[in-house]
Every structure is written in C-alpha cells, then in structure tokens.
C-alpha cells in the first residue's frame, strides 16, 4: 500500500473516532466509564437499539396524543350540542311561559297546600261571580246566551 493511501486511510480513522467521541459524549457518557464497563464485562446497550426503543415510545406517546386530541374534540362537540339544546328548550320554555324568576321557600309542602288553598277559593269566587252575573242578566230580562235579545226588547214596547 503507498504511503498517501496509509495517510489517507489514518486521517479517515481519526475523524471517525472524533465523530464516535462525540457521540459517546452526547450520552452523557465519559470514554473511561465506557472502558470500566468494558472490562467488567457489562453489557452496554447498543445506543441503535436504544435509539429504536425511544423512537418506539415517543412514536407511542404521539398516538396517544393524537387519540386522545380526538377524544377531547368529540366531548367538546357534544358539550356544544348539548348546551345549545340547553339553550334552545329554554328559550322555548321562557317563550311560552316567561323568564323563570326564583324565589325563596323555606317549606315547599306547606307553599303547596297554600297555593292549592288559593286556587279553590279563586275558582269558588269565579263560579259565584258567574252565578251572580247570570242572575243579574236573568233579572233584567237579558237572555243568557244572547239570543232573542232584540225580539223581547222590541216586545216589551220600545
């Protein structure tokens, strides 16, 4: 072999072990740790191996990312829906019934028998109005329902 190719062959050499120094040093390993281990005989971990194994379990961690990212914007679109069904029945319910006003009630049984004592009574008052009306109608020579109003009226000589 000449001499240029021997030199040539040695530069190449070195610049790969400077390559591998570094590497080793990018591990956080130092060359004399590398060489205890050595020479107990403890297995070092092929850093390819290693390096594979992380990619693995990052390639995972980014699955999981992902899946739960899905997971995540389905629950918001339902949460969406939901609310804005929320949303909707109420306006519906304040529609048809008025804006719903809370009020204080320290005793809801006793609020139900008041309230139902009320109506009975209201509903008792709107019969004996209706009873009275149609007494004072019948009194003053007003048909009931209406009719034949002008004929008795016209009768009676007016």
Request: charged residues 30%; contains cysteine.
């Amino acid at each position: 072999m000449p001499m240029h190719d021997k030199e040539e062959l040695l530069r190449h050499y070195r610049a790969a072990m400077g390559k591998c120094s570094t590497a080793i040093a990018r591990r956080h390993f130092t060359m004399e740790e590398l060489a205890a281990k050595e020479a107990q005989g403890e297995a070092v971990p092929n850093p390819d191996d290693a390096l594979r194994a992380l990619e693995q379990e990052r390639e995972q961690a980014v699955q999981q990312e992902k899946a739960a990212a899905e997971e995540l914007e389905a629950q918001n679109a339902l949460m969406n829906r939901l609310q804005g069904s929320i949303a909707h029945g109420k306006s519906q319910i304040e529609e048809k019934y008025g804006a719903f006003e809370a009020f204080d009630c320290d005793n809801p049984e006793q609020f139900i028998v008041q309230h139902k004592i009320i109506r009975t009574a209201l509903q008792d008052r709107s019969k004996n109005w209706k009873k009275s009306r149609n007494a004072r109608q019948k009194n003053a020579g007003f048909p009931r329902n209406g009719k034949g109003f002008v004929k008795n009226c016209c009768q009676s000589g007016h």
